[in-house]
């Protein structure tokens, strides 16, 4: 169950994200997939990038303002899947619980793959702000840690 590690760190009485129900995975060749990136005034201010695969939304925090021209690089943190609904989630994490903050719309739209491996996405983005051909590439040997940047 890819949403464990989500729902485990929330607690459902007390934030009003949602909490998810099973959905069918979406064709793999399917067009048209949700890209989200919500802005997440957090301890730490950062953007959720939310990318829809299997089911799930496949997400990476990334510290500063993702790039909208070629030629800046980004740090893409990978964290848990989320449920496909918190791809219209905006509003307040409370105080005390996982993630508390702000979370608002930053950027939304569709995207088209044009590579999904282990360490390696390529993806055609079409939302407002990020527009274009984005790759993401998974340092060597750390898990988690991807870089994020525009192709072009
Ligand atoms: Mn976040």
Redesign the pocket.
């Known amino acids: 169950m890819s949403l464990d590690e989500y729902l485990k760190k929330r607690d459902f009485s007390k934030t009003s994200e949602p909490q998810g129900e099973k959905k069918l995975p979406a064709d793999e060749r399917a067009e048209g997939r949700i890209y989200v990136i919500q802005r997440?005034a957090?301890s730490h201010l950062?953007y959720?990038l939310r990318l829809e695969k299997d089911g799930v939304l496949k997400s990476w925090?990334i510290p500063k303002e993702p790039p909208t021209a070629k030629g800046v690089k980004r740090l893409a943190v990978q964290t848990e899947d989320h449920p496909i609904e918190y791809a219209n989630f905006e509003g307040i994490i409370p105080e005390g619980e996982y993630?508390a903050g702000k979370v608002e719309i930053w950027d939304r739209g569709t995207f088209n793959v044009e590579k999904w491996d282990e360490n390696e996405i390529i993806v055609l983005i079409h939302g407002e702000k990020l527009r274009g051909r984005y790759c993401l590439i998974r340092f060597k040997g750390q898990e988690d840690n991807w870089l994020f940047f525009k192709i072009y």
Do not use: F, L
């Open positions: 997440h957090a950062h959720d925090a993630g």
